[in-house]
């Protein structure tokens, strides 16, 4: 996600670990053409051993991975964009199921940047 109201999502159900967010950021590295930068907070599967030994081949790929401070959640876009899902965008009967829930959150992924927006000005 960036500024510019791109989102790149994967939707996943279940735990996730270091195999799944590697996963992610290999399929993203493939789609990149000039230097990206990802933006982790330091959540323990984005700092893991196998996370740190895919730096220097993601960076091979133009992607460089940047960790966030702790403790610092008004920096991390998708900690925005969930703030917006959970108190803006989805409406309470999502809560009635988890399936009710699933759909709202991919309906916002899906349209965000088109229905759903964020003012980062």
């Given at each position: 996600?960036?500024?510019?109201?791109?989102?790149?999502?994967?939707?996943?159900?279940?735990?996730?670990?270091?195999?799944?967010?590697?996963?992610?950021?290999?399929?993203?590295?493939?789609?990149?053409?000039?230097?990206?930068?990802?933006?982790?907070?330091?959540?323990?599967?984005?700092?893991?051993?196998?996370?740190?030994?895919?730096?220097?081949?993601?960076?091979?790929?133009?992607?460089?991975?940047?960790?966030?401070?702790?403790?610092?959640?008004?920096?991390?876009?998708?900690?925005?964009?969930?703030?917006?899902?959970?108190?803006?965008?989805?409406?309470?009967?999502?809560?009635?199921?988890?399936?009710?829930?699933?759909?709202?959150?991919?309906?916002v992924i899906r349209e965000f940047g088109k229905e759903?927006?964020?003012n980062f000005a």
């Open positions: 996600m960036n500024i510019h109201q791109e989102l790149d999502a994967y939707i996943f159900e279940g735990r996730i670990t270091s195999e799944v967010v590697i996963s992610c950021l290999d399929k993203f590295a493939e789609n990149i053409h000039i230097k990206t930068v990802v933006v982790m907070d330091k959540a323990s599967f984005h700092r893991s051993k196998k996370n740190q030994d895919k730096i220097s081949e993601w960076k091979q790929k133009n992607l460089e991975i940047f960790l966030l401070p702790s403790y610092s959640p008004q920096l991390n876009l998708i900690e925005i964009l969930w703030r917006f899902m959970k108190y803006e965008w989805i409406e309470i009967d999502a809560y009635s199921s988890l399936q009710n829930l699933v759909n709202y959150v991919e309906k759903y927006t964020i």
